[in-house]
Antibody, heavy 122, light 107 residues
Framework: EVQLVESGGGLVQPGGSLRLSCAASGFTFSTYWMSWVRQAPGKGLEWVAN????????YYVDSVKGRFTISRDNAKNSLYLQMNSLRAEDTAVYYC???????????????WGQGTLVTVSS | EIVLTQSPGTLSLSPGERATLSCRAS???????LAWYQQKPGQAPRLLIY???SRATGIPDRFSGSGSGTDFTLTISRLEPEDFAVYYC????????FGQGTKVEIK
């Protein structure tokens, strides 16, 4: 069974940093692009970032470029999101997601974790 | 960047009725690379449809997707109690985007 389990969320002050982790199991992690998708409270879904199987390509939504860094460790079957300079508008549930991606184009997301809540507030 | 607009915002129906949800793209979606997701309160989204009309693994056949170009539809032929949820469409890309969602609520 495919499982994605996020951790690392919590309350952080504006301007602070947080590192999210995602532990993957039940599939060959190293053969899939992986993504982070977020959902602000009561709002819709927003793709945040994705990373190629070997980490050589990364893409970000404009609003997080220069502040967030996606990375992975295939030996540990883990995905990460380092979030710096956090803003109130980054408050959301962050989902670790497996993407069906070819040539940098993500076609759909077929497996989702349960999410971890990040709250940016003073 | 392709913008997806879903309608209606809320659909009030009774169990057993047919639900028709619309997703309109601001420009043509190449090769119909459009997906649909279902999200229930407090849960992660679940993939229903990909490639505009292909059902994901384990999705009941009462869910069907159709459309091409800029106009896409998700149809639930007969609503079951567990189908009342929010539905999102999503288009492919290097920056994949989602529609704003349609809530299907019990009338």
């Amino acid at each position: 069974e495919v499982q994605l389990v996020e951790s690392g969320g919590g309350l952080v002050q504006p301007g602070g940093s947080l590192r999210l982790s995602c532990a993957a199991s039940g599939f060959t992690f190293s053969t899939y692009w992986m993504s982070w998708v977020r959902q602000a409270p009561g709002k819709g879904l927003e793709w945040v970032a994705n990373i190629k199987q070997d980490g050589s390509e990364k893409y970000y939504v404009d609003s997080v470029k220069g502040r967030f860094t996606i990375s992975r460790d295939n030996a540990k079957n883990s995905l990460y999101l380092q979030m710096n300079s956090l803003r109130a508008e980054d408050t959301a549930v962050y989902y670790c997601v497996r993407g069906i991606t070819f040539g940098g184009l993500t076609y759909y997301f077929d497996c989702w974790g349960q999410g971890t809540l990040v709250t940016v507030s003073s | 960047e392709i913008v997806l607009t879903q309608s209606p915002g809320t659909l009030s129906l009774s169990p057993g009725e047919r639900a028709t949800l619309s997703c309109r793209a601001s420009q043509s979606v190449n090769n119909n690379y459009l997906a649909w997701y279902q999200q229930k309160p407090g849960q992660a989204p679940r993939l229903l449809i990909y490639g505009a009309s292909s059902r994901a693994t384990g999705i009941p056949d009462r869910f069907s997707g159709s459309g091409s170009g800029t106009d896409f539809t998700l149809t639930i032929s007969r609503l079951e109690p567990e189908d009342f949820a929010v539905y999102y469409c999503q288009q492919y890309g290097t920056s994949p985007g989602f529609g704003q969602g349609t809530k299907v609520e019990i009338k």
